[in-house]
């Protein structure tokens, strides 16, 4: 309940506090352009970087900037007695009342986000006032200008909604990727991946010579050897079961044992001999560098 707590009071500082703050500065819409690379991490909000959305997001920072607050909001467990059976003293505010207050918190801000952003009174008023005053002609604009100025209108609205759209989406998948390694799913994989083992463990066994399958299971019953880990143990012997299988398929049904034990042979010989030239041109290598 606490990690829960945790994540809902990332939400408002490092995603809406921070994004909010960013996107309003006017300098970083030069970023992506200068250096790509070290815009990597708010690849997500890109779209929003120009001189225009800059004065949106300024509006906004007002508001987000007293997010930082939601940090003093904490909840308290109960606290039981030495057995954890019998609670001494019942908080007024628990981890649950916390992270419900935290959610409908953050609901409420992206709310008042949208409704701040749909506020143009001012905004509409501003930019009816310079349309009047200034007649646009080519070559009278700036740079910052004439990107806001190629007859595509912006409404702040709509940037607002895209923008929490994008937070809500980057919220999950962080979210996701940060459940993979929690302790539930820990322990789910590892259950997967014994299962998938299983069946190779099986067929190790069926693989193993009578002695050598008893001294396996005396060494698991006495401790010294995992069950989970026979497939790893005897790699070797299972590499060497692939091997055969190939070659019989390569020789057909009506090879003989013989056959495929020559064969056999064969293969480890020339996987020794390949070993020994990469070994050779290694070692003649280094004598070039003087080593």
């Not at 970083?28 to 929003?48: H, V, Y």
């Not at 003293?89 to 949208?114: A, E, G, P, T, V």
């Not at 692939?242 to 056999?264: F, I, K, M, Y």
Request: charged share 40%; with cysteine.
């Amino acid at each position: 309940m606490k990690r829960k707590e945790n994540c809902y009071k990332d939400y408002f500082i490092n995603y809406l506090r921070k994004y909010v703050a960013i996107l309003s500065n006017k300098k970083n819409k030069n970023i992506r352009k200068e250096n790509e690379e070290s815009f990597d991490n708010f690849s997500d909000f890109a779209d929003f970087l120009s001189a225009k959305n800059s004065k949106i997001f300024k509006k906004l920072k007002q508001f987000t900037n007293k997010l930082s607050l939601i940090k003093k909001l904490k909840g308290y467990n109960d606290i039981y007695d030495c057995e954890s059976k019998n609670i001494i003293d019942s908080s007024r505010f628990n981890y649950k009342n916390c992270n419900q207050l935290l959610k409908f918190l953050f609901i409420l801000s992206l709310n008042i986000i949208i409704e701040l952003a749909s506020d143009k009174k001012d905004e509409n008023q501003e930019e009816s006032d310079d349309e009047s005053e200034t007649k646009i002609t080519p070559g009278s604009l700036s740079d910052d200008e004439e990107e806001d100025s190629q007859g595509l209108i912006v409404e702040s609205d709509k940037v607002v909604l895209q923008f929490i759209r994008k937070i809500l989406e980057k919220i999950d998948r962080d979210r996701k990727q940060q459940d993979k390694y929690n302790a539930k799913n820990n322990i789910k994989e590892i259950k997967t991946r014994n299962e998938l083992n299983k069946d190779e463990n099986l067929r190790v066994m069926q693989l193993l010579d009578l002695e050598t399958r008893r001294l396996r299971n005396e060494q698991t019953k006495a401790g010294l050897k995992n069950y989970a880990d026979l497939s790893k143990d005897f790699e070797d012997v299972l590499e060497r079961d692939e091997d055969e299988q190939n070659v019989r398929a390569q020789l057909g049904a009506d090879a003989t044992d013989e056959q495929v034990e020559e064969a056999l042979k064969q293969r480890d010989i020339e996987r020794y001999e390949q070993t020994q030239i990469e070994v050779f041109n290694t070692a003649e290598g280094d004598d070039e560098m003087n080593i």
